[in-house]
DNA sequence: CGCCCTGACGCAAGTCTGTTGCACCAAGGG
DNA sequence: CCCTTGGTGCAACAGACTTGCGTCAGGGCG
């Protein structure tokens, strides 16, 4: 006995480390962000985390400042996926950063899925805006998901 | 003399026939509406949209729910460009359609362009959503643009 | 041409996300 | 262990967006 509960020690000690490494002092509602952004495969909003752990007992306005605090220093990103709801998501350490993979929203639903293996690619004969070249470009796509059609 | 007027005139009849031809009636808050779309390069804000038609007497709530109408009817198109702002731009009578053609949209002057020869793929062991494979799916890309870079 | 029905308008209030001021409290270096 | 610095909770604010409701007008029809 006492593994779980070591290897969640570990776990939270870990995170904590992050957090100081990355220049920010850890407190627990910063670990308990950094851990639901880090389990969600989805980018995650505001509200979202809110009600999440509000239940918890932690306040909207500081899980809003963690959230801006983590994005600052670069554990977390912030984007909007068009639907006016800035929504945020763990950098892991390998970078993975949002322009690195587009986003499929759905129409109806709302869900958000992260589409690793997909590219663009520039047809023949025509001109892209150099961000494109550069990679430095997010990709948004927008349909209906499978469980909605 | 008059021949200004004339062509004025002609001018919101076609706007109002427009309108018509689209189910929508034409009133002269819709006709304004529509005039300062056509008129405007880029898509423009709900809150611009009240800034310029307010001082002459037009209400936001109706101005918004003109944009709305609009956009419903396929006269005009509602985006986001990234600032979390709507903006609406009026859509040509070539009936571009988006579903057709990604866009391009600048996150700093809010440009769309059309990106007609670019195409999305799906990389090696990837499940993409059915919908991709429809083609029912809106693409669009976000970052600077070449002007802005 | 004038009536009537349906939908649009004006007003005002409400909602929701995002944001901030301030007093109190805790992380963590010394 | 204390002190400083920065974080937290509470509450209020801002601004874009949205809606309910009573009144008014577009435009089809007689």
Known sequence: ???VRASEQG????????????????TPSRVMVLRLLRGSGAPVSHSEVSESL???GWDRATLYRN????TRVGLARRTDVGDHV???????????RTEEHPHFVCNQCGTIECLDGLTVVSGPGRKAPKALRRNAVEIQLK????RCF
């Open 143 to 146: 349909g209906l998901c499978d």
């Open 1 to 3: 006995m006492g593994r």
């Open 86 to 96: 800035w929504r945020f998501e763990a950098v892991t350490a390998k970078g993975h």
């Open 54 to 56: 509000e239940s918890s």
């Open 67 to 70: 959230l801006l605090d983590l």
């Open 11 to 26: 776990e939270a000690q870990a995170l904590r480390d992050e957090l100081r490494g990355a220049g920010l002092r850890a």
